[in-house]
């Protein structure tokens, strides 16, 4: 419903219906969907007009829903078409909102094309909203950092839209994303994304930072990326890329590589696509570019054209490849690095001879026959098999991929075909979805497709449906219409719906056609099962305990959410049921929401939850707090099974005598967006996390803090166990034996992207304590970590292990011997790394076989005794920040203006960011240690263009103020300043000037002997170069042409207003001198008649403002003027701190920098102000009529 403007429609049975039901529920469980008639009926705002603001406006909708927590609708009316051109950005989508547009075709909402419309994305998504936009164009963006068309942080879904010419011109790997770039989770169904640009970054067509997307049945074209990742770009550690049933064509990258997708160390899934066309010709990869783990299934890459190598794909990490087709890619179709792993699943087609480990079934120096890239039917363009191709029935079935990238389905002839195109001969049955996944007693809808040969819809062809409960489930469901005739698009809808248990029903679409029917089954397994927690009592019914009860008895997966308003605390007086089976647990927010131990003295001593061997479970928004066991492991959580902690955090949960004090596991741990708070293993193991027996744990985005152990107060890893951690922060933990931060015992550890800073121990290795085992620390900082009294290793010490640390920064760490490492039995080796200032010397050896490997280009604020590499740096100050937020998940320490370390390191294999994301290198190349500079600006503030007598100095000092475009810190640097060593020069104050609070760097400058002009330079490594400052020596000081005079003086302010006075000059002032309060005093010379005034009482000035348009300076007095009495104002105008002009000559003064006078007038009583007459008779001012008092 729409009136004029914007309407928000909300049922009218909101509040009987849904109160009634709740009393029917009582305060129980109920399954996690309501009947429609139960449901809250969401609000529903019309956009009635194409103008950028105003009632009606997509502008004012969108800030509507805005205001609304539930879920919304924007709609449009029918007679909104065309474009909404927009002026300034709109607000953001910041919550649950659906955005349904009319078509593509029918609506455009863009950035207006007028010069001066400022630069902005279109759209953009902020964490923690869910978005879903449809049917719309979105076009002319232009993100100033990225996302030209959305920036997405949160849960975005975009179906039946194009998204075209945009752009984005951020730099670095955070940033690019013409056509989106994504922060959280996006999907895209059926939509366009072409002709976007990343003009400095990554992702042409969508940027993914350490997010998720997933493509399907949707085409990106002629996009472009000025670095990496024409179409797609996931660089960053963990991004996840799923491509599905879509074309990439036609797009491009520059140097980084990777034409159709670019991705680093994260995970890209293409199943049933085409990605033909694309070029990376300054780079590798045409087709794709992977350094993480690579999966391509039942597709076709052709005629991708890299400049290097690899013009199909080029890959450094794992890469598994099964029933696709490779053809004429410039480069070679499929290229490995030394380190890369390849796995051929089979039935795969090259039209070269890739030298790899090939499958005995695949199919070399073969040509596939292949179309041109064309209209074959289905939502994308595709290159159909042509006649006689050897792809034809040379594929092998696969798990999971029933039909082609058109939706053909496999096989239609003995076997499937290589590549994304089935060729088919027959008419034929598609069922949507193929497979799916119900809920108990849901309703949900079914379509089938009746297609021709070439995959064209056939209409009025009768189609019937049969539902078939599988033999051991116990379901049975029902379908409505049971038949029907195909319509237009040659489909048939009809509805599914579970009336009884959990099992696996079996659909069968028949359609009745000439010579016979085709069929389509789809199975529909009914296995999900969703629990609402309503209360927060201990148990009973509507408890977290009663949920996980019933969970515990369903053998498929379940969910248990919470209903809103269940917020505070759960406090429990009894452990709570074992999580024994798959379940997803999903509270509130952790804020909100917290599961607690009771603190009553009688309650025993408990874990919060349990994860048995065999579950799989996953836990969001909570906090796990309280939790206490001895001589057990698992104060908070124990686990054995696989378990998923996001958005969480735990607190003061303890094992005494025993391990992880926040989480034990024993099996899959992954811990995301959480914090470990105050947890403790007295005297044992894992205050934070505990990771025994092989046990798998990852932690990505999180912060570990203020937790205490016996060993590893942060984390604990022991026999044979990996840990992974990943852009998080361990801060303030402490072990009462060694390892402050992180213990290792034989077992392997990788950090990246990591911050350790204040973790401390009584003995050894206050951030990281290593026995044996294998250990890398990349891209990672380790600040102000400490051992004991006697300890070794203030940030890490490594007993008998394998420890790599590259592109990494210690600073500031403490121990009796090696306060940044201490290498016993071990081998340490460094590359490109930063040491700095560490109590007990930077790297120590022991006595006891250890072992030393430099790989070059590391800095040291000291000399170790060890045999270095040539290109180390030692005894060098690395002119570091403090540990601060300088962008990125984690603090990190920057390189301050002239650095030794920018510039000075080399790329090393894997390690294409530092810290925070920012793409390496910078500049000539990659700086040393955890942080990359991304370069300075440096500008002339004063002091150009002047001269003095030889042997004198310069009026002005010569002022420069650095900068950083990114906002990374300046003060604390060094700027050089360098003066001609022959002819006319000067000598400056200091060749190295620090950088003060402001930014500013200044020196003064005496001109030598020498006659003549000549440029003082001033440079910042890594900025700005060689900006010049025109100096001359002089044999007469210059004429000056406009002596510096006061030309009138005007007083406002009448009766009981405030006085201010305004003072007009001959020549433009220094603005410093000008507004110098010391340059002025007003005295009283008299009063007025009848009470007279205090004579001779300073009446303070308390501001004095320049205007250099006006060239007058205006005086604010601490107290009104009476105008009754008489005053006196002094201008001092002597050297050398007096008012000058920004040449630099003094009031009445004869050259730039001589001394000048003082200026005195006598401000009478009544309106007329005058100088006085000893001063007028002294000096030679050219007096303007004065105007004399003025009321306003």
């Known amino acids: 419903m729409a009136h004029s403007g914007l309407l928000g429609v909300r049922g009218l049975a909101q509040a009987g219906p849904r109160r009634a039901a709740a009393r029917r529920r009582g305060a129980g469980l109920v399954p996690g969907f309501e009947m429609l008639e139960e449901r809250v009926v969401l609000s529903t705002f019309t956009v009635t007009n194409t103008n950028n603001d105003g009632a009606g406006s997509l502008r004012a909708a969108i800030d509507l829903a805005n205001a609304d927590p539930a879920q919304d609708t ?14 300034s950005a709109l607000p953001a989508l910041s919550t649950a909102i659906l955005l349904s547009g009319p ?35 979105i076009s002319g963006g232009r993100g100033p950092a990225s996302g030209g068309a959305i920036a997405n942080s949160g849960t975005l879904t975009v179906t039946d839209s194009t998204l075209s010419g945009n752009s984005s011109s951020g730099a670095g790997f955070s940033n690019g994303g013409g056509g989106i770039a994504n922060f959280g989770t996006v999907t895209v169904t059926n939509s366009t994304i072409s002709g976007n640009s990343a003009s400095k970054g990554l992702g042409g067509g969508i940027l993914n930072v350490s997010g998720v997307v997933t493509i399907t049945d949707s085409t990106l074209s002629g ?8 179409g797609i770009a996931s660089f960053t550690n963990g991004g996840i890329v799923t491509v599905i049933n879509s074309t990439l064509s036609g797009n491009s990258a520059g140097l980084g590589g990777g034409g159709g997708i670019g991705s680093g160390f994260g995970t890209v899934t293409v199943t049933s696509s085409t990605i033909s066309g694309n070029s990376a010709s300054d780079g590798n990869g045409g087709g794709i570019l992977s350094s993480g783990a690579l999966t391509v299934t039942g597709s076709t890459l052709s005629g991708n054209l890299s400049g290097s190598s690899g013009g199909g794909i080029i890959f450094s990490g794992t890469v598994t490849i099964t029933t696709s087709l490779f053809n004429n890619s410039e480069s070679g179709n499929l290229t490995q690095t030394a380190s890369a792993s390849f796995v051929s699943g089979g039935h795969n087609l090259f039209s070269d001879l890739p030298g790899l480990a090939l499958n005995p079934t695949d199919l070399v120096n073969t040509d596939p026959l292949l179309g041109p890239l064309a209209d074959n039917g289905g939502p994308t363009q595709t290159m159909a098999l042509l006649p006689g191709s050897p792809a034809i029935n040379a594929g092998r079935n696969m798990p999971g991929v029933t039909t082609d990238q058109r939706g053909v389905p496999h096989p239609q002839g003995a076997a499937p075909d290589i590549g994304a195109f089935e060729v088919v001969t027959a008419p034929f049955v598609r069922l949507t979805p193929d497979t799916a996944t119900r809920l108990v007693g849901a309703s949900h809808s079914v379509i089938a497709t009746v297609l021709d040969p070439n995959v064209k819809p056939l209409v009025g062809v009768p189609v019937t449906f049969q539902v ?3 033999p051991n489930a116990g379901a049975t469901g029902f379908i409505s219409p049971v038949s029907s005739q195909s319509d237009a698009n040659g489909q048939v809808s009809f509805r599914y719906a579970d009336t009884g248990g959990i099992g696996t029903d079996s659909i069968v679409a028949t359609a009745i056609l000439p010579g016979g029917p085709s069929i389509a089954s789809l199975a529909a397994t009914v296995i999900w099962t969703t629990f609402t927690v309503t209360n927060t009592n201990d148990s009973g019914v509507g408890s977290l305990r009663a949920a996980l009860s019933i969970a515990d008895q369903n053998p498929g997966r379940d969910t248990i959410t919470f209903a809103p308003g269940v917020a505070g605390t759960i406090t429990l007086r009894s452990a709570l049921p074992d999580l024994a089976t798959d379940i997803i647990l999903s509270g509130p927010g952790a804020s909100a929401l917290t599961v607690a131990r009771s603190s009553d003295p009688l309650t025993p001593e408990f874990r919060i939850f349990n994860v048995t061997a065999g579950a799989n479970v996953e836990i969001s928004g909570l906090t796990v707090s309280g939790g206490r066991v001895s001589f057990q492991n698992g104060g ?27 989480i034990a596991n024993l099996g899959t741990l992954t811990v995301i967006h959480s914090t470990l708070t105050g947890n403790s293993a007295n005297d044992f193991r894992g205050g934070g996390i505990a990771n025994d027996n092989f046990g798998t744990v990852t932690v990505i985005d999180s912060t570990l803090t203020g937790n205490s152990a016996g060993f590893g107060g942060g984390i604990d890893n022991i026999n044979f166990g990996l840990v992974t951690i990943t852009n998080s922060t361990l801060e303030s933990n402490s072990a009462s034996i060694d390892g402050g931060g992180i213990s290792s015992f034989y077992a392997t550890l990788r950090v990246t992207g990591i911050t350790l800073s204040g973790n401390s121990t009584r003995g050894d290795g206050g951030g990281i304590l290593i026995l044996t085992g294998t250990v890398s ?6 600040h102000g970590n400490s051992a004991g009294f006697l300890g070794n290793g203030g940030g890490i010490v490594n007993r008998g292990g394998f420890v790599t640390i590259t592109n990494s920064t210690f600073s500031d760490n403490a121990a009796n011997s090696g306060g940044g490492v201490f290498n016993d039995f071990g081998t340490v080796t460094v590359t490109t790394s930063l040491f700095a200032n560490s109590k007990g010397g930077n790297l120590n050896q022991g006595r006891n076989a250890a072992s030393f490997v430099s790989g070059g280009h590391n800095l040291f604020s000291d000399t170790p005794a060890l045999a270095f590499d040539p290109t180390d740096l030692l005894n060098t100050d690395p002119l570091l920040g403090p540990l601060a937020d300088n962008g990125g998940p984690t603090q990190t320490m920057a390189l301050l203006p002239g650095s030794p370390a920018i510039d000075a390191g080399r790329t090393v294999p894997g390690v294409t960011a530092d810290q925070r994301g920012v793409l390496r290198p910078q500049g000539a190349a990659p700086d040393i240690g955890a942080f990359e500079s991304r370069g300075f600006t440096l500008v002339i503030v004063s002091g150009n263009n002047q001269g003095t007598i030889p042997g004198t100095t310069f009026p002005l000092p010569l002022v420069v103020r650095v900068a950083s475009a990114f906002g990374e810190p300046v003060a604390g640097g060094w700027v ?14 200091s060749n190295l000037v620090p950088i003060d609070a402001s930014g500013q760097a200044s020196v003064f400058a005496v001109a030598n002997d020498l006659v003549g002009s000549y440029a003082v330079t001033a440079e910042v490594p890594g900025g700005a170069m060689n900006s010049a400052f025109a100096l001359e020596n002089r044999i007469v000081p210059p004429p000056v042409e406009v002596p510096l005079t006061v030309v009138g003086v005007q007083r406002y302010g009448f009766h009981a207003q405030p006085t201010t006075l305004v003072l007009r000059f001959s020549a433009a002032l220094d603005p410093v001198r000008a507004q110098d309060l010391a340059n002025y005093q007003i005295v009283t010379l008299g009063g007025h008649g009848r009470r007279g005034a205090r004579v001779g009482q300073v009446t303070r000035v308390r501001a004095a403002v320049y205007d250099a348009a006006t060239g007058s300076v205006t005086l604010h007095p601490a107290q009104r003027l009476d105008p009754r009495n008489t005053y006196r104002l002094t201008v001092r105008g002597t050297a050398p701190g007096g008012v000058a002009s920004s040449t630099g000559v003094f009031l009445d003064g004869v050259g730039t920098g001589q001394p000048g006078s003082d200026f005195v007038t006598t401000i009478a009583r009544g309106i007329v102000v005058r100088p006085s007459r000893a001063f007028f008779n002294q000096v030679r001012y050219r007096w303007a009529s004065l105007v004399g008092i003025t009321g306003r």
């Not at 620390?777 to 380790?782: A, G, N, Q």
């Not at 003066?979 to 000067?986: M, Q």
């Open 636 to 662: 908070g959580i124990a686990n054995s099974g696989t378990l998923t902690v996001t958005d969480s955090a735990f607190s003061g949960n303890s094992a005494s005598f025993g391990s992880g004090g926040g």
């Open 74 to 87: 924007i709609d449009f009316a029918s007679s909104v078409t065309g474009t909404i051109s927009l002026r």
């Open 976 to 989: 050089r300043f360098a003066a001609p060593t022959a002819g006319a020069s000067a000598n400056v104050s």
């Open 777 to 782: 620390v990349t891209d990672s900082t380790l």
């Open 223 to 230: 996009n472009s990326a000025n670095e990496g990742g024409g």
């Open 103 to 137: 078509g593509s075709s029918a609506l455009t909402v863009a950035r207006s094309s007028d010069p001066s419309t400022p630069e902005f994305g279109i759209f953009n998504v902020p964490a923690k909203a869910e978005v879903v936009i449809s049917g719309l164009t």
């Open 468 to 470: 078939t409960a599988g």
